[in-house]
């Protein structure tokens, strides 16, 4: 918002003066407070009269109460009666916090600069102390010194019309004490203009124009120098702190041997609309970056070619920029940079038959973009150039920053025409719009135009971001793989436009929008609604921040955003804690492992194993296997047992179970068969020569088959033979196998036989058995002796069995 | 009561000499101006004396900051500038009772004649006339350290002072006004006024062309320049010295 306000007062609009060369002052500790200096007289006559001239010992100052609405006249400069102007240059400053107000002004009695001050604005001033020299440039601040505030006073002037000098005061409110410091180490002349930019670190920066020679001539070049002092300009010696690299001098050369009339001609110039021009210069500091320094200045030979350069350094003056921005035919530059590092530049510039009075305002320092506002346009021939001083607008105006905003004045014609004033105007004269007329105090009497201070203010509007999420950012319950989009609004609560740069996330699990091309702009009220996704990449609490980077000077802002990714979780299940009870070998068991998800996503198994080969884990074809939250998955496990006894084995599933691999344990048992012998093995006594069989049944009592291997005499015996062995034979649980003993009695001394049975019966693999038999040698036998058999055994005499076969005899192989 | 020759030391320094009465006590007519029990609005009946250019003062409202408590009544204010804003504030030099008028009157015309009588003894030729165009005596460049002299022709209509049958003279003086010379004004072309008129300072003599020297005269203060309306009054001063 731009408010450009015509601060001659209501009772004032007799006026016809040329109130020209305005500057302006806004009291930091108060903005509602502003003080405006000018050529005005304490007549409304002024330049108008048949004799200009003060009418008492007191030039006014403009001031306002009210932030600039409303001026009034405070008659506190110190002139003197019948002078032709009120005062020669002045400029007024607020010190700073404390309130004072502090002046620099020609005394009308020639060269001698008096530095005032008052309490307030309404005071008359008091005189400081005095200075000889040329324009003085007053810049002030309240600095803070071990808790003791002391007002900081940097007069800039051309001493004794040749030297650019700062004049320092270190307690301006309390001691008249004062050090000169002249700036130029190069050459003895300086041009008029001497400014100064102050830090609140302490750091001061000064430009001035330095003669480009040892001798004043008019073919004369200039360079425009910049010094510096680190500590208020208070060192010893100041100003010392930048030095050209290209000589090794102090002060840096921004710009060398450039051409620079000394005000042209010294006299209302028709062809640069009726104004003269020359070393126009202004420079300005950020108030958050003391190494960001602003600097304008002009060069020109002619009105046809004089231009005003803007240019800056990112170093603290040691380095500056190219142009830019170049103005030509212009004049009166000022700078200021306000507390968003926002940069202003004002000008008075002729653009055909009328003065423009420009604002630019950039807020990326003019590198690339500025916005422009137009505050007049007004004709450079209206009113008629008084020529009694030798300007008509004035050789300088003022741009100050306080906070975001923006304060100036300039002076320009008066003539009320809403269309010179495109940015609109308020005057406090009397005006009638209708006719374009000025007024008297009467109302009535019309009034010629003439040249006015004009006040302007431009408010910076800020934009402010509010935010606006549900559930306070918290995204509730994704799984991995899923995402949820919550809205996020963005509101600009301020009065300028947003301007947003850049959204980020600090979070890989939550992903802002993608942006084609920024910035984006959200008007003063309005919002934009953003999806924030919340796409987790891992289990468990999520959280980070949305961060919006834009234009609202308390950027960037955060939001607070969260969410959770359950994990899936593993439960197994296995009847009778996974003992799969007895199982012969050769033999499986089947039992179900139940994998249940017990957790708010999907797990996913990725293998299972098994720590043994008995315990068979079922074949998956392809990995991995998916279970639904809630859900259960049956998986078989196969118990083969390969050898009797108890069998173990661990069940191992890996999946995406944040807690890792889950194991069970298995277990089996793998019963052996179990022998057992039934029947007799004693056959007593045995009638010679005859056979007897005795048969005994080899039984499986155990639970799993019995793997009988061999039976067989331990040694051979023709005495002994096995007429019906069906062994090696697997005995089926509960099974028996006869074999058939034969024991031929054909032995003169008995002797004990064993029967071995081997098996795999682990508790008995070998069992013997005595096989007790002995033959009985009847008195045949005795009789016949080892014939006995061939003429005995024809006779049924084997009670106990049978006669034996001859051909019997000749076997002597045995089984075993 | 200030003695007559306070009185016209009053009557010089203050820009503002009014009659009025006192018609509200501890107020102002503009929010600019701290208020306490000596401020008061005055509505004023007649002008003596304001700043020029300033008209319709006559039956407006004042606000003045007395120098001590004044009851309500008609007084005659001398006054300085204070300040003007929706309203205008004075402060009081010194206040008569308003009955005593005259000696205000009085006082301003004797404190005018005081101090144009030095400005018309010590003048080569006083004349009311026109100024003509401007000729700058010195180029662009060369104004630079120097006063910019330049030359305008005066077209002589009436002369109060010196030879009555001149018809023009070369005036030499600064333009625009310079701070060299801060008490001559700037020669103004169309300027139809009384001149009171030195000679030339050496410094000037020295730019001007050798033919136009001699009769070059010199505007060396404001006061030497006077409104055609002074004619009568200034006449009656010449008289006056003379006699």
């Known amino acids: ?816 | 009561m200030p003695s007559l020759d306070e009185l016209v030391t009053i009557a010089e320094a203050a820009a503002f000499i009014f009659s009025g009465s006192i018609t509200r006590t501890g107020t102002s007519t503009l929010s600019a101006v701290p208020v306490d029990a000596n401020t008061v609005v005055v509505s004023v009946d007649e002008v003596i004396k304001v700043p020029a250019g300033l008209r319709n003062f006559a039956g407006s409202e004042v606000t003045v900051q007395l120098r001590h408590p004044l009851p309500a009544g008609h007084y005659v204010f001398f006054a300085e500038p204070m300040a003007v804003g929706e309203g205008i504030a004075v402060r009081e030099l010194a206040h008569l009772e308003g009955r005593e008028r005259a000696d205000a009157v009085a006082a301003v015309e004797r404190a005018y004649a005081a101090r144009m009588a030095p400005r018309l003894q010590a003048a080569v030729l006083v004349a009311l006339g026109t100024e003509g165009e401007i000729r700058p005596l010195l180029p662009p460049a060369e104004r630079r350290g120097q006063v910019p002299w330049a030359l305008a022709r005066f077209e002589i209509e009436r002369v109060l002072k010196g030879n009555g049958r001149l018809r023009h003279v070369t005036l030499v003086g600064p333009v625009p006004a310079s701070k060299r010379l801060p008490r001559a004004p700037a020669l103004r072309a169309g300027l139809h006024a009384i001149l009171i008129l030195q000679r030339p300072p050496e410094e000037a003599i020295e730019h001007i062309p050798e033919d136009e020297r001699k009769g070059a005269l010199f505007i060396a203060e404001t006061v030497d320049i006077q409104p055609s309306e002074r004619f009568e009054a200034l006449a009656q001063i010449i008289a006056t010295e003379n006699e």
């Not at chain 1, 000098?165 to 050090?179: G, H, P």
């Not at chain 1, 200039?222 to 510096?228: A, F, L």
């Not at chain 1, 002009?298 to 500056?320: F, I, Q």
């Not at chain 1, 682990?762 to 040698?777: E, H, Q």
Request: with cysteine; aromatic share 8%; proline share 7%.
């Open chain 1, 1 to 816: 918002m731009l408010k450009i306000v015509n601060i001659i007062p209501k009772n004032w609009s007799d006026e016809e003066n040329q109130d020209c060369e305005p500057n302006l002052s806004v009291n930091p500790a108060n903005p509602n407070e502003v003080i405006v200096t000018a050529f005005t007289f304490d007549n409304p006559a002024g330049t108008s009269a048949v004799s200009p001239a003060m009418a008492g010992n007191w030039a006014p100052i403009f001031s306002s109460v009210d932030g600039g609405d409303t001026w009034a006249l405070q008659f506190v400069l110190p002139s003197a009666a019948g002078d032709q102007l009120p005062t020669w240059d002045v400029t007024c400053r607020y010190g700073g916090t404390s309130g004072e107000v502090y002046s620099g002004l020609i005394s009308p009695g020639g060269f001698t600069i008096l530095i005032n001050r008052a309490p307030n604005a309404i005071t008359q001033q008091t005189t400081m102390t005095t200075v000889t020299g040329d324009q003085p440039f007053l810049e002030a601040t309240t600095a803070v010194i071990g808790g003791v505030s002391q007002d900081r006073l940097y007069v800039g002037y051309n001493a004794n019309s040749n030297r650019s000098t700062v004049n320092v005061f270190l307690d301006a409110a309390t001691s008249a004490a004062t050090t000169a410091n002249p700036l130029d180490v190069r050459f003895p002349f300086d041009m008029p203009p001497t400014r100064t930019a102050i830090h609140s670190s302490g750091t001061i920066y000064s430009a001035f124009y330095s003669y480009n020679g040892a001798v004043r001539s008019p073919g004369d070049l200039r360079d425009v120098v910049v010094v510096k002092d680190l500590n208020w300009g208070g060192s010893t010696p100041a100003f010392q702190n930048l030095v050209d690299t290209g000589d090794g001098k102090v002060g840096v050369r921004i710009a060398t041997s450039i051409s620079n009339p000394w005000y042209n001609s010294n006299f209302e110039d028709p062809s640069f609309g009726n104004d003269r021009y020359g070393p126009e210069l202004a420079i300005a500091v950020d108030p958050n970056d003391v190494q960001r320094v602003y600097i304008v200045y002009a060069t020109g030979t002619s009105a046809s070619d004089e231009a005003l350069h803007l240019r800056w350094s990112s170093d603290g003056g040691h380095t500056w920029s190219g142009d830019l921005r170049t103005i030509p035919t212009a004049k009166n530059p000022s700078i200021a940079i306000n507390a968003l590092g926002m940069v202003g530049f004002a000008y008075q510039q002729v653009v055909g038959a009328n003065w423009m009075t420009v604002l630019e305002v950039s807020d990326d320092g003019f590198i690339s973009s500025f916005s422009s506002h137009i505050l007049e346009s007004t004709p450079t021939n209206a009113p008629t150039p008084a020529s009694v001083m030798a300007t008509y607008l004035g050789d300088y105006i003022k741009l100050q920053a306080i906070g975001f905003d923006f304060y100036g004045i300039f002076s320009a014609s008066n003539a009320p025409a809403k269309a010179n004033f495109p940015s609109g105007v308020t005057y406090q004269r009397n005006v009638d719009w209708a006719t374009q007329t000025l007024l008297g105090n009467n109302g009535v009497t019309p009034v010629a135009v003439s040249i006015d201070p004009f006040f302007f203010k431009l408010t910076i509007e800020v934009p402010v971001v509010a935010t606006a999420i549900a559930n306070r950012g918290f995204f509730g319950d994704v799984c991995l793989g899923s995402f949820v989009d919550e809205m996020l609004t963005i509101n600009n609560s301020g009065s300028g436009v947003l301007k947003i740069s850049k959204i980020a996330s600090t979070s890989v699990d939550f992903e802002v929008p993608s942006v084609i091309s920024y910035p984006l702009k959200v008007g003063a009220g309005d919002s934009i609604d953003l999806m924030i996704r919340f796409k987790p990449t891992g289990h468990g609490f999520k959280s980070g921040k949305i961060e919006i980077f834009s234009n609202d000077p308390t950027s960037p802002h955060s939001i607070d955003v969260s969410g959770e990714c359950p994990a899936p979780r593993l439960s197994m299940i296995m009847a009778n804690r996974g003992n799969f009870g007895n199982c012969c070998v050769g033999s499986f068991v089947d039992e179900y492992l139940i994998l249940n998800n017990s957790g708010k996503c999907t797990l996913t198994v990725s293998r299972i194993s098994s720590s043994a080969g008995e315990f068979i884990v079922p074949e998956v074809l392809s990995y991995p296997i998916t279970v639904g939250p809630g859900d259960s998955l049956p998986v078989p496990i196969r118990f083969e047992p390969v050898s009797f006894g108890s069998k173990s084995a661990t069940i191992t599933v890996s999946s995406d179970d944040p807690s890792g691999p889950a194991s069970i344990n298995v277990s089996g048992d793998a019963p052996p068969g179990k022998l057992a012998v039934g029947g007799s093995t004693t056959f007593g006594g045995v009638n010679a020569c005859c056979c007897a069989d005795r048969t005994i049944s080899i039984c499986n009592v155990g639970e799993c088959a019995l793997h009988v291997t061999s039976v067989h005499f331990k040694r051979k015996s023709r005495h002994w033979r096995l007429i019906h062995n069906p062994f090696p034979a697997k005995l089926r649980p509960g099974s028996c196998l006869p074999v058939v003993i034969q024991y031929r009695a054909t032995e003169k001394c008995s002797r004990s036989c064993e029967l071995v049975i081997e098996s795999d019966d682990p508790s008995t693999p070998v069992k013997i058995l005595d096989v007790l038999a002995y033959t009985v040698w009847d008195y045949c036998c005795k009789e016949h002796g080892e014939e006995c058999c061939d003429k005995c055994h024809k006779e049924s005499r084997c009670q106990q069995g049978y006669p034996c076969c001859c051909e019997d005899d000749e076997d002597e192989e045995h089984e075993g």
